[in-house]
């Protein structure tokens, strides 16, 4: 059981952030969510708004706050490629300026903070499973260089906080992950195709289909997180997510099955930069977290096509 703390969540609105917030909240924590509202959505902490312990403030990372807690988690960034790449300055801004106003608000007030990065520190990976002292194969100027690089820049800003203030950080890479409260429309593969088996519209794989992504069920994750949060003398970065590795034809055919839909699938072209290959070695996880994956892909999907139907049905 965690120790009741006064903790901040940027980007708590968001799919991973409310997540996060419900969590905390049910050890019996405050939690402050701070979220601009660009991707996030009020549905997704409306079930704790009357919580005497959640707060909830609109505001943008890249604005200077002051507030007092213990521990902060830095989620606030677009994350899937459609939205990231909307606005990749804005995209880059958050990273850039935002966790640089986060890492000197864990600073003022001696905040332990922890910085959700992603295996897109990895781009194209070169390595197979990616394992955390791998650099990456990532291209500086492509489309999705804002979140990349944005995402590299913001560890490096944690490090330098950690070296030049002794700012207590953790950091945490985040490999695909799945669940209740995905946007409908960010352009996701596991969104994209539950909502159009549902709709029964064709499903949409782009490329061939044999480029691979292991998917987590988020609440794998989120269990991951606070470990590492509450983790002492263990500064990451660590992998989190599933290490089940699947191609997105094997994705696209378990959604088919699992919905009954008539929805046939129809190639696309591939966007640039799209990773070939996919998988987290958990190893460093296991080991230093005792991270646990208790959730299948085919029960996880089940989950998730269930909410799409409810919110379907609102
Ligand atoms: N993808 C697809 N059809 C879709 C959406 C995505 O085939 O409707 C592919 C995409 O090209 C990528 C993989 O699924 O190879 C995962 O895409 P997603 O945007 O979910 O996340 P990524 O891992 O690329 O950040």
């Not at 990976?125 to 979140?147: A, D």
């Not at 987590?216 to 599933?242: A, H, R, T, W």
């Amino acid at each position: 059981m965690v120790k009741s703390k006064r903790i901040l969540v940027t980007g708590g609105a968001g799919f991973i952030g409310s997540h996060l917030c419900e969590k905390l909240l049910s050890y019996g924590n405050e939690v402050i969510c701070l979220d601009n509202l660009h991707t996030g959505q009020k549905r997704n902490i409306k079930r704790f708004m009357d919580n005497p312990k959640f707060e909830f403030i609109r505001h943008d990372i890249i604005e200077d706050i002051r507030l007092e807690v213990d521990q902060i988690y830095n989620f606030a960034c677009p994350a899937s490629p459609v939205h990231y790449q909307s606005n990749p300055i804005y995209t880059l801004k958050t990273n850039i300026i935002g966790t640089s106003n986060m890492l000197g608000l864990a600073k003022r007030v001696g905040a332990r903070i922890l910085q959700a990065s992603t295996s897109e520190v990895y781009g194209n990976p070169l390595e197979h499973p990616q394992k955390e002292e791998y650099w990456g194969n990532v291209n500086p100027i492509g489309i999705r260089s804002c979140y990349d690089e944005g995402k590299r820049t913001s560890e490096t800003l944690c490090f330098d906080y950690h070296r030049a203030h002794s700012v207590d950080i953790r950091v945490i890479r985040i490999f695909n992950t799945y669940g209740p409260q995905m946007l409908e429309n960010d352009g996701r593969v596991v969104s994209n195709f539950i909502v159009q088996a549902l709709k029964g519209d064709d499903i949409t794989i782009y490329g061939t289909g044999n480029q691979t992504r292991s998917f987590c069920y988020v609440s794998d994750l989120v269990e991951g997180i606070i470990k590492m949060m509450e983790q002492d003398g263990f500064i990451g970065p660590v992998n989190l997510g599933n290490d089940g590795e699947f191609t997105i034809k094997e994705l696209a055919e378990l959604v088919i099955r699992e919905t009954n839909t008539k929805s046939k699938i129809v190639y696309k072209d591939l966007p640039s930069d799209d990773p070939t290959r996919r998988k987290p070695d958990l190893t460093l996880a296991r080991n230093k977290l005792n991270y646990q994956i208790k959730v299948v892909l085919e029960e996880g999907i089940r989950k998730t096509i269930k909410y799409f139907e409810e919110i379907g049905h609102e």
